[in-house]
């Protein structure tokens, strides 16, 4: 029986189950999962080499198996403040064009560069209505 080894793979535990805690982002509960596994074999008198093997081996089977189940309960999409600009009407300060990739808007005091939801041109002075926003595009729409 490795003790050095039994009191190393229990100070993973524990300080992946406080990062865990600190953290709440689901990524140091894999290896303080996994490392209960090569604590059992530290306390069988496995070797060193087959210890870390097992706790490769296992962390990266949780991973690959409960990430994706985790992040589907955590909900992948992330409301940011601009988001609550959709529904709001906005200022067109350069006249919206999809085919020439040109436009913009302006909301809030903030100039956005704007693409029409219907794909129709909106001259400059418009108002329009905020559909969506699509990374730092308003889609747009005439009121």
Known sequence: MDVMMIAAWIAVLI???VVEVITVQFVSIWFAAA????L????MGAPRWAQFAVFAAVTAILLILTRPIVQKLRGGFVRTNAD???????VVT???DNDSSKGRAKIGGVSWKAVSADG????????????????????????
Not at 40 to 43: E, H, Q, S
Not at 84 to 90: F, S
Not at 124 to 141: C, N, S
């Open 15 to 17: 300080v992946g189950i």
């Open 35 to 38: 490392s209960l596994v090569p």
């Open 40 to 43: 059992i074999l530290a306390g």
């Open 84 to 90: 609550l600009n959709i529904g709001k009407t906005a």
């Open 94 to 96: 350069e006249a919206v």
């Open 120 to 143: 129709t041109d909106i001259p400059e002075g418009e108002i329009v209505v905020v559909k969506d926003i699509d990374g730092t595009k308003l889609i747009v729409a005439k009121r």
